[in-house]
């Protein structure tokens, strides 16, 4: 999975991609310049699966996985020559977007408008996602429209009165992703990676005197409805930084100081994964304690092919429990006696927490 990092220049995208990736990528002095993209791959915290890890005491501890992609700043439309080095294949490949929004205060941090609103910085930044899908569509309704002076195919037929739907929808300022579409359109449109039509999560870069709760602006960002497929977070992207230096008590300590309950990036991790409709289930025992992400209302048979195209082929059953019953009662056998170790065919729906034991036979 893969998640682009975007949002106007030094709103803070590399300090969070930083504690998110325990990187030390460098901030600051508008990497736009140079175009740089920074990757790390991020473990999902879950403490589900660190208690299962500490029952169990495997050989090989291994949590899910994400892939961050932290972009240069985007420039608003006008003030660059071109957008296409700003819309590089690595943004479109990306299945969720998080943009960095700056609210916070400092005078020696320049900012592209020139004051800190980030009200109008969501607006602004909403706006330049439907301008570059609608630069997308209208070149290819273009190409198409032409095609079919030549002659007419129904699948170009089909493929434009899709494109026209999008466009007007962008055009009255709707993204795609509040679109209602079929199946068959959403194929149509996949090859386009249209960037309003994948989920978006808005980070809020709070500074540190606006803890906990943040500031007015911020506030009101926070509690409007939300749009399907979205979200709006706060984070403290420096103060994150300050504590990911910090271990134990005494990162406790000044996160009690601050009035921060947990680490808004574990959160932000979290919510991305409620955006893309994933969930984990596990697998367990002395050799390995392992998360597996798969979609919400993946079936048995399919999550065993996550593991293993021969669970899948060869699948019998699966065994399960629940990850909690197993911590409770501490073993397999305990939990089997009790009549909680389940077993299940290929079309279980599996379920977030679900520990999983595939018999097979191939
Ligand atoms: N005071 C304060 N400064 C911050 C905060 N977050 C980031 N900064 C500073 O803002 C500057 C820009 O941060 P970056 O993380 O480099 O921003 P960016 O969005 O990656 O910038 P570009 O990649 O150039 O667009 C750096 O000097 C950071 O130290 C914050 O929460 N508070
Ligand atoms: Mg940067």
């Known amino acids: 999975m893969r998640i682009a990092i975007m949002g106007f220049p030094q709103s803070g995208k590399t300090t969070v991609f930083n504690v998110l990736a325990h990187a030390h990528a460098q901030t600051g002095g508008f990497s736009s310049a140079s175009g740089g993209v920074n990757v790390g791959m991020v473990s999902v915290p879950d403490p589900r699966l660190e208690q299962l890890r500490d029952l169990f005491k495997p050989k090989k501890y291994t949590p899910a996985r994400v892939e961050y992609v932290d972009f240069a700043g ?10 296409e080095a700003l819309y590089p294949a690595q943004l479109r490949a990306a299945e969720l977007l998080v943009c960095v929004i700056r609210a916070f205060r400092d005078d020696a941090v320049p900012h592209p408008f020139d004051s800190v609103d980030p009200v109008r910085d969501v607006k602004r930044f909403h706006e330049e996602l439907l301008l570059r899908d609608l630069q997308v569509i209208e070149n290819r309704v273009t190409r198409l429209e032409k095609n079919m002076r030549v002659g007419a195919s129904k699948d170009d037929a089909a493929e434009l009165d899709v494109l026209k739907r999008c466009r007007s929808a962008l055009e009255a300022e709707q993204p795609l992703r509040e679109l209602e579409l079929s199946a068959d359109d959403v194929k149509r449109l996949r090859g386009f990676q249209l960037l309003t039509a994948k989920p978006l999560l808005t980070v809020l870069n709070i500074g540190e005197v606006d803890l906990p709760e943040g500031s007015a602006e911020c506030r009101k960002l926070l509690d409007a409805a939300a749009a ?4 709006t977070i706060m984070v403290p992207g420096r103060t994150e930084m300050d504590l990911a230096a910090l271990e134990g008590a005494e990162r406790e300590e000044f996160m009690g100081l601050l009035g921060l309950v947990e680490s808004s990036l574990d959160r932000l991790i979290r919510v991305s994964y409620d955006l893309l409709g994933l969930c984990a289930f596990f697998t367990v025992g002395p050799d390995e304690v392992r998360a597996w992400t798969i979609a919400t209302g993946t079936r048995a048979v399919d999550a065993a092919g996550e593991i293993h195209s021969d669970l899948s082929r060869g699948f019998i059953r699966a065994e399960v429990c629940r990850w909690d019953e197993l911590l409770e009662a501490g073993a397999f056998g305990p939990l089997r006696e009790k009549g909680r170790l389940r077993l299940e065919g290929k ?9 999983l034991n595939i018999r097979f036979s191939v």
């Open 74 to 83: 985007a420039l608003p439309s006008g003030k660059e020559a071109s957008s």
């Open 347 to 355: 079309e279980y729906t599996v379920v977030d927490g679900d520990i």
């Open 228 to 231: 399907p497929h979205t979200a």
